[in-house]
Antibody, heavy 119, light 108 residues
Framework: QVQLVESGGGLVKPGGSLRLSCAAS????????VSWIRQAPGKGLEWVSYISNSGNTIYYADSVKGRFTISRDNARNSLYLQMNSLRAEDTAVYYC????????????WGLGTLVTVSS | SYVLTQPPSVSVAPGQTARITCGGNNIRSKSVHWYQQKPGQAPVLVVH???DRPSGIPERFSGSNSGNPATLTISRVEAGDEADYYCQVWDNISDHWVFGGGTKLTVL
């Protein structure tokens, strides 16, 4: 069965850095596009970043562009999100999600990892 | 950037039909997808490409996008359907994926 397991969340001070990981299993990871999506406490869903199956195409939300870097290692079936210059408004649960239908929607989600940015 | 508008809340009695709307500029030209999120859980895809259901999703969940707004319809609502529901589209102009603000479905 498809599984996505995020890790790496925690408490970090404003201006600090954190690297999230997502371990994929139950499907051929290298065949799928994947994304990071976040949800601030008590708020809605916000798409953060996308990476194509080969890693050649990458997109970012305007709110994180220049601060976050998405990457993947298909040999390790893993997705990453390097987060720098963190702000209080980056506090959220971060989900990795597999993309179905080519490019359009997210058919499987992990359980998420909580990132808290606070002094 | 593209904006999707959902009502903050919808209430319905058990056994009745719930309709959750999702409005956006020329939304008819886009594929609309819907997610259910229960408290403390990750979102689950319930409808994709306007009206298709993933395997395992009950037939009670259906979607339409024949005009503005797009609509998620839940027939014969059960207590277990109480959740937040989000619509989503891909904006091919900005290459961004956009979510609506979410609708809290309350089963009375």
């Amino acid at each position: 069965q498809v599984q996505l397991v995020e890790s790496g969340g925690g408490l970090v001070k404003p201006g600090g850095s954190l690297r999230l990981s997502c371990a994929a299993s139950g499907f051929t990871f290298s065949d799928y596009y994947v994304s990071w999506i976040r949800q601030a406490p008590g708020k809605g869903l916000e798409w953060v970043s996308y990476i194509s199956n080969s890693g050649n195409t990458i997109y970012y939300a305007d709110s994180v562009k220049g601060r976050f870097t998405i990457s993947r290692d298909n040999a390790r079936n893993s997705l990453y999100l390097q987060m720098n210059s963190l702000r209080a408004e980056d506090t959220a649960v971060y989900y990795c999600a597999r993309m179905g239908g080519g490019l359009d929607y997210f058919d499987y989600w992990g359980l998420g990892t909580l990132v808290t940015v606070s002094s | 950037s593209y904006v999707l508008t959902q009502p903050p809340s919808v209430s319905v009695a058990p056994g009745q039909t719930a309709r959750i709307t999702c409005g956006g500029n020329n939304i008819r030209s886009k594929s609309v997808h819907w997610y259910q999120q229960k408290p403390g859980q990750a979102p689950v895809l319930v409808v994709h490409d306007d009206s298709d259901r993933p395997s395992g999703i009950p037939e009670r969940f259906s979607g339409s996008n024949s005009g503005n707004p797009a609509t998620l319809t839940i027939s014969r609502v059960e207590a277990g359907d109480e959740a937040d529901y989000y619509c989503q589209v891909w904006d091919n102009i900005s290459d961004h994926w956009v979510f609506g603000g979410g609708t809290k479905l309350t089963v009375l």
